[in-house]
């Protein structure tokens, strides 16, 4: 079993909708919890980051940890074309080894 | 630029041909990490150094893979007697001390015939 389990889709959206996505992890020292996105042939790019539990926003996109279930969430709003790409959850418990997810493909269609 | 910059963005190398990659990391940036891709798949961890200290190689997958960071500032990944299992992206990251936060380079496609 990895450490950080992800649906890897893809996931099909008309545009505006709200998207879910979401990833749980077994390890109970990872304390900090992050999504990237990547689009094709490119590198990851921070979306979000977040330490321990609770929820985060910025803009459009809201992070979730929920430590007592070890669930990881991101929910994007009003979905665009321009989200479309492949989004990674990563978890650590310093800050010396991320463990990334297998990544979900998000498609957004006009 | 000011972002991580990597090189070559892509290789082809027949089996058993040593190659190595090249990372220029965000100046200043203390720690850097170097992550596999396989297509289809999140990254994997390799290694990490702290300045010039290689403080993590656990995930390097043989002996065959050795990376270092001589001064601090750039790091090569070298992979020796190339295997066809090898081909994938190679990520390298950096990220300034005292947070979690890891910046991306664009990677290095290595295809392997």
């Known amino acids: 079993q990895k450490e950080v389990e992800q649906d890897p889709g893809p996931l099909s959206v008309p545009e505006g909708a709200i998207v879910s996505l979401n990833c749980t992890y077994s390890n109970s020292a990872f304390q900090y919890f992050m999504w990237y996105r990547q689009y094709s042939r490119k590198g990851p790019e921070l979306l979000m980051y977040?330490?321990?539990?609770g929820n985060k926003e910025d803009g459009r996109f809201t992070a979730q940890v929920d430590k007592s279930s070890k669930y990881i969430s991101l929910f994007i709003r009003d979905s665009q074309p321009s989200d479309s790409a492949t989004y990674l959850c990563a978890s650590s418990g310093g800050y010396n080894k991320l463990i990334f997810g297998a990544g979900t493909r998000l498609a957004v269609h006009p | 630029g000011a972002g991580v910059s990597q090189s070559p963005r892509y290789k082809v190398a027949k089996r058993g041909q040593d190659v190595a990659l090249r990372c220029d990391p965000i100046?200043?940036?203390?720690?850097l990490f170097w992550y596999q891709q396989a297509l289809g798949q999140g990254p994997e961890f390799l290694t990490y150094?702290?300045?010039?200290?290689?403080?993590?190689k656990s995930g390097l997958p043989s002996d065959r893979f050795f990376a270092e960071r001589p001064e601090g500032s750039v790091s090569t990944l070298k992979i020796q007697r190339t295997q066809q299992e090898d081909s994938a992206v190679y990520l390298c990251?950096?990220?300034?001390?005292?947070?979690?936060?890891?910046?991306f380079g664009e990677g290095s496609r290595l295809t392997v015939l």
């Open positions: 100046s200043g940036h203390v720690s």
């Open positions: 977040t330490y321990s539990s």
């Open positions: 150094f702290q300045n010039e200290a290689q403080l993590d």
């Open positions: 990251a950096s990220s300034p001390r005292g947070t979690g936060e890891l910046f």
